[in-house]
């Protein structure tokens, strides 16, 4: 009986023994990440975070695609302490979170243009990895210039070369140049004038400027839309519609417009003002929580979807301006679709400025939304 006992003891122990092994064995360290993002962004990350997986068996990511009202919900998670190991984030919300210390300083690296570094920093310390650079251009109809025998935007134009064909280019049906209301769309016009729009700048003489030839086109020289006169309508739509000829916007409208328009199209740098063509440049990357428990698994998750390999593939959709220079500059980016001109995306990062962000950055131009819609209308 007691022989019967010892053995069955001896097996229970080496079975525990075993399955133990194997737990520790299987057991793997888990990665939350959060990001934005729309279909075709997802669709690209998805398979390189499987692509990671596969080269790190021990990390699994939990992946939280958040794609609306995305830091109001991140703020929710880091306020209950429930922040996420690694975040998807931009510079225009970077300082508020590295402000309140929550976000794990990092090591610069080498190959990025320095400028989305920058946009990234605060306070002279990097907090994000970055992934791509935003900057403006202008998008233009090019079958709606031949048929009013107008010349294309030359890359060197000025403010006057640009009014003179605005006014050349609207009539009864077109007006020439898109006009939104948010300051994204109006510091280019500030910046290149010589001025910003914080509250140490926006009254100054050259900001006084710029803010008034961007009011003039909507009220002064008419070629612009009225808001009464875009109605519902975005200037996006108003571009593919054919109802504006020139539009300011980002790379972002590239996939669409590759898909949609039904004309030729191109793009063509910021005008000069008196400061120069100078337009802001925004960046988006990831960061590490301090809170993070697996802060070298997440910083290894970060490095993998930095790296050129990655950054080509983002590059591919044709969405994003790849941050890394050897990817913005591989055929991944410049590849031979519309806009023929992309490389003017990287050319203007030279006299790109970072979006002045300040941690109240948010009610700066809140306020200036409401300050500035008495000018505009």
């Given at each position: 009986m007691r022989a019967g006992f010892k053995i069955i003891f001896c097996t229970i122990l080496l079975c525990s023994i075993f399955l133990s092994g194997c737990t520790q064995k299987d057991a793997k360290t888990i990665i939350e990440f959060a990001s934005w993002g729309s279909k075709s962004e997802i669709d690209i990350l998805k398979p390189l975070l499987s692509e990671f997986e596969k080269e790190n068996?021990?990390?699994?990511?939990?992946?939280?695609?958040i794609p609306q009202n995305y830091f109001q919900k991140i703020h929710l998670l880091f306020a209950s302490n429930n922040a996420p190991d690694v975040i998807f984030i931009n510079n225009l919300?970077?300082?508020?979170y590295a402000n309140a210390g929550v976000l794990?300083?990092?090591?610069?690296?080498?190959?990025?243009?320095?400028?989305?570094?920058?946009?990234?920093?605060?306070r002279g310390k990097l907090y994000a990895i970055p992934r791509d650079i935003s900057n403006l251009v202008i998008f233009y109809n090019k079958d709606m210039f031949e048929k009013k025998h107008i010349p294309y935007p030359e890359r060197n134009w000025t403010?006057?070369?640009?009014l003179k064909t605005a006014e050349k280019l609207t009539d009864k049906n077109t007006f020439a140049i898109s006009f939104d209301e948010d300051p994204l769309f109006y510091l280019p016009y500030l910046m290149s004038s010589g001025g910003g729009i914080?509250?140490?700048?926006i009254n100054s003489p050259e900001s006084q400027k710029g803010l008034k030839f961007y009011s003039d086109l909507r009220k002064k020289y008419h070629i612009a839309p009225l808001k009464s006169e875009s109605a519902s309508a975005t200037m996006a739509q108003m571009f593919l519609q054919e109802r504006i000829g020139?539009?300011?916007?980002?790379?972002?409208?590239v996939p669409k417009l590759r898909e949609d328009a039904k004309f030729d199209w191109d793009i063509v740098q910021f005008p000069q003002g008196d400061a120069g063509s100078i337009v802001q440049?925004?960046?988006?990357?990831?960061?590490?929580?301090?809170?993070?428990?697996?802060?070298?698994?997440a910083q290894k998750l970060i490095e993998f979807l930095s790296s050129k390999e990655s950054a080509e593939k983002f590059a591919q959709s044709g969405l994003i301006v790849p941050a890394r220079e050897d990817a913005a500059n591989?055929?991944?980016f410049l590849d031979g679709k519309k806009p023929e001109n992309a490389k003017i995306f990287l050319e203007i990062i030279k006299t790109s400025k970072p979006t002045p962000v300040t941690v109240d950055y948010r009610e700066i131009t809140d306020k200036l939304k409401k300050d500035t819609e008495v000018i505009f209308n």
């Open positions: 068996p021990d990390i699994k990511i939990d992946f939280m695609h919300y970077l300082p508020v794990e300083e990092l090591e610069p690296e080498d190959g990025f243009y320095k400028q989305s570094l920058d946009a990234l920093s605060f403010f006057d070369d640009f914080l509250p140490d700048e020139m539009y300011l916007s980002g790379r972002w409208m440049l925004d960046a988006s990357g990831w960061a590490i929580s301090k809170s993070s428990k697996h802060k070298k698994e591989s055929k991944y």
